[in-house]
């Protein structure tokens, strides 16, 4: 019912920026919490950072002064810019969200990535 699509990954050299997008799209009152994920080959997935509803941050302290996580709620849209890009940050980068789905139900909801790759 509620779909997650990213987008904006890319092969980019280190030092270089992106900026992916994430936007939900279905039947859904509104979205709670949203976050970025990562996972790169033979690692665990990985927070990267979240935003609430009202707009409050919160950092991995690797990423944190590099990333920068915002959503436009009008948009249900979701955005991580990437700035100072290093070759440890290449993996598949998810889109997370908490989405209330009825009156009193919320559910998570995964996107199925996009691939960032930081060359050295």
């Known amino acids: 019912q509620v779909q997650l699509v990213e987008s904006g990954g890319g092969l980019v050299q280190a030092g270089g920026s992106l900026r992916l997008s994430c936007v939900a799209s279905?039947?859904?009152?509104?979205?709670?919490?949203m976050a970025w994920y990562r996972q790169a080959p033979g690692k665990q997935r990985e927070l990267v950072a979240t935003i609430t509803s009202g707009g409050s941050t919160n950092y991995a302290d690797s990423q944190k002064g590099r990333f920068t996580i915002s959503r436009d709620n009008a948009k249900n849209t979701m955005y991580l810019q990437m700035n100072s890009l290093k070759p440890e940050d290449t993996a598949v980068y998810y889109c997370?969200?908490?989405?209330?789905?009825?009156?009193?139900?919320?559910?998570?909801?995964w996107g199925k990535g996009t691939l960032v790759t930081v060359s050295s």
């Open positions: 279905g039947s859904f009152f509104s979205i709670n919490a």
């Open positions: 997370y969200a908490d989405v209330r789905v009825r009156v009193t139900i919320s559910a998570n909801y």
